[in-house]
Structures are given as C-alpha cells and as structure tokens.
C-alpha cells in the first residue's frame, strides 16, 4: 500500500484519486462500467455505506443499475479483498475500502461509522488472549457519540441543568 492511503481528519477513509483504478487492475478482476462505477462509490463518495446506500448513489449517475448489479459487485469486491465487511450491532452489513488494520469507531445517535488506526502489536498486548493461539486479524468496534452528536446532546443538556440550579 502505498503512503497516499491517508486517513482525513475526521478518520474516515480518504481514496486518493486515481488509487482505486490501481487497486482494481491489481487485483486481476476483469473490470466492467458497472464494477468500476460501484467501486469508485464506496471509496469516493460514501463512509462505510450500506449496500441500499451504494446502490442509491450508484443510481444518480447510472441509472440503469440494479440492486442485484451492485449486490454482485460488492460480493466480488469483498472475495478479492478490495472491500471489507464491517457488521456493527444489528445494523446492516456496511462496506469498507480501507483495507490497512483498524477498527471501527460509531455513533449511536447518527450512525456515522470512522475508521479507527490502531497498532496490532499494542492491540495484542492489551487482550487477553488464549495462550499459543495466533490472531490472524482483529474485528474492533468501538461505539459512542460522535463528535458533533456530543456537542447538540452538551448544548441540550445545558438548559435543563441551569433549570434544576436552585434560585
Ligand atoms: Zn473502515
Ligand atoms: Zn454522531
């Protein structure tokens, strides 16, 4: 990978322009308008969308795409490791390009999903694995409140606890 996979400020997978040609080349699956048109979708447009979100946006520019067309691609992308499955909570499967180790930070109140960087050899020191076993990867989800949610929820609570002071 090279070092223009960068993570924006907010965390969220940032695909630099170009990258995700090389990446599709790279991975030798034979490309197609479609393909290539749902990959550009979930690395430039979306954060960790949903498939129905991929396929909504995918729709404004090709408007002849179905939802099976952009199921496929994604089950494609996801087999030849271009894509990978985020599951969080019971929410449904999102999609993630960011295929470098992280872990997944979300908010409870909007939903917004940000890539988390951690240290594999840190990350190990600090669980408690079963002695002699060999993690082959980590799944991590984080949840809480994002960012802006936490400043509305502090800007709600203000009023109502200058309410509660006593006269
Ligand atoms: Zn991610
Ligand atoms: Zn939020």
Redesign the pocket.
């Known amino acids: 990978m090279s070092a223009r996979d960068k993570h924006n400020r907010q965390g969220r997978?940032a695909a630099p322009a170009g990258d995700f040609e090389d990446r599709l080349q790279a991975s030798g699956l034979r490309m197609t308008p479609h393909r290539e048109h749902v990959f550009s979708v979930v690395c430039r447009e979306l954060d960790?969308p949903t498939a129905e979100q991929v396929f909504l946006k995918a729709k404004e520019s090709m408007p002849d795409i179905s939802m099976a067309t952009v199921y496929n691609c994604l089950e494609k992308f996801v087999e030849c490791e271009l894509l990978r499955l985020?599951q969080l909570d019971r929410g449904a499967t999102r999609y993630?390009p960011?295929m470098h180790d992280?872990s997944?930070y979300y908010c409870e109140s909007c939903g917004d999903?940000f890539?988390v960087d951690f240290d594999r050899r840190k990350l190990r020191q600090v669980l408690d694995l079963p002695q002699g076993a060999i993690p082959m990867g980590y799944e991590v989800a984080v949840r809480g409140l994002c960012p802006s949610c936490r400043e509305e929820q502090t800007e709600d609570i203000s009023p109502n606890q200058s309410k509660l002071q006593p006269n």
């Open positions: 997978y960790h985020v993630c960011n992280h997944h999903v890539d």
